[in-house]
Every structure is written in C-alpha cells, then in structure tokens.
C-alpha cells in the first residue's frame, strides 16, 4: 500500500516539473534554484542528521538564574503594590496597577468582559512610563516567556540516543 501512494505521490511530483520550470524562467530564477536552493538542501539534510548539541548544565543553572531573579521581581512588585497576587492573572494584575497603584489606563484601552483593563503587553508598554512596576513586570514577563520557551523546553528535545536536538530547517 505505501509503494503504491509513494510511487502516485512521485508521479505527481514530476509532472509538476515542466510547469515549475516554466515558472522559474519566467522569474529569472533558475540560477538561484540550481546554484544555491539545490545545494542547500543537502546542507540542511546534514545539520539535521546531526543535530545541536546542548550544554544541559549550562541552561539548568541559567533556568535557576532566571527563576531566582523572577522571584526577586515578583517580590518587589508585591511590595510596592502592597499586596501579593499572581501576576498572570490579567483581572488581579489590573486591579494591582488600576485600583492599587492608581495608573492611568492609556489613551483607548478597553476593558475586558470581567471589567478590568487590559494588561497586555502593548498597554504596559504604554503605561511603563508612569510606574517602575510596570517595568519589573515587563521584565518578569519576558524573563518567564525565555526561560519556558527555551532555558527549559530545549534540553527536553534531546534525543536520548543522540544526545543532541534534531529539528527540521525550512528554506523558505
């Protein structure tokens, strides 16, 4: 069964030849197809086969870094707000920045269904000039998206076998 879809798949694929051609010339593109698209390919193959290596211990103390100067902001935000609450919680944390701290929302900030402005990061932005919180919480947010998306989520790609992160690199 695969042969058969393989075989109808390859077919498809070179019967899009002429046309592709065409479309090539027409563009000027067939020396950038054929001098640098082409070769690459078997670049890519290649760093993909062999993946990145990853220096787990290196990110495991960066993720302690990140996390202990995480806490150290959260710490300060509460302080100067006067309270503790989560500072992922948009109603909590406008109500800390509103109510509390008393900002002004910017200019066409709306509220959300619950009542409470807005806390995303274009009106933080906007508000960072009126509170030193409000930049702590910036840095919180872009210290947290680092250390989740990267610090932490990379060493557990490594392939147990490999020992190194295989991807998959696109061209375009």
Known sequence: QASVYAAADA???LRLVPDLKKDLEAVSGTRLFNDMEMPLIRVLAEM???GIGLDADFL???SGELEARMNELEKTVYEKVGMSFNLNS????SEALFDRLKLSPPEGARKTASGHY???ASVLEALRPQ??????LLEHRELAKLKSTYVDALP???NPQTGRVHT????T
């Open 60 to 62: 495991g103390e960066m």
């Open 90 to 93: 948009t109603q909590q944390l």
């Open 11 to 13: 077919e498809s694929v």
């Open 48 to 50: 993909e086969m062999n």
């Open 131 to 136: 509170s030193d919180v409000v930049e702590m």
């Open 168 to 171: 998959s690199y696109q061209q």
């Open 156 to 158: 557990a790609q490594v």
């Open 118 to 120: 807005s806390t995303a």
